[in-house]
């Protein structure tokens, strides 16, 4: 398993990812990509081999250390004082339980397609489910059970940690490709974020660094660098 230096590299089998090589590669995605009228995002995108993509459960909610670059819509399907914790730890959006019944599929695409993460209690799970399941599973949005909150407990820590966390989404192919935060980020603070999904990632496979192909860094419009 790998063993990591968060100010330098990963490493895992003798092999290592250095910060300074993803910064090199970040440096050329920047001087290849026009500029546009929008800020971009900056992907990172791994290629794996000879992976299992769905015994290797690779999808999951990852902290990014350096931030996001950019801030996210949380919904909280909350009960109780969970409502109150709820708006004070700065959700967008705070459904009660009486409240989920008020979307019907037109309002749950909606939502889904408005909103990045959905924090739910786990006591609630099941009208959360029955209302918003549809919607949220076609767009990859259904809470990760490591995210959805203990009955009873204060949603804030959960709320704060997603303001701050990317999702990674493996479909069909094995191949990682999320965004790790925006060109208004330093070459550092990405890096830094590209190691720690690289990281997440590598602990998930059984073959570790053996499992893993070329690794590359883009603009949303820009042509991949391999890093």
Known sequence: MPHSNPHNCWTAGGLVLEKKKIIEALKKARDGSKKRNFTQSIDFIMNLRSVDIKAAKLSDSVQMPSGRGKPVKIVAIVDGEGVGQAKSAGADLVISRKQISDYDKRKAKKLANDFDWFVVQAHLMQPFASAFGAALGARGKMPFPKD???P????????????????????NKPVIHTAVGTESMSDEELAENVLKVYDNVLHKLEKGIHSVGDLYVKTTMGTAVRV
């Open 152 to 171: 009873n407990k204060n949603p804030e820590p959960t709320i704060k940690r997603l303001k701050n966390s990317i999702r990674l989404r493996v479909k």
């Open 148 to 150: 959805i909150v203990p």
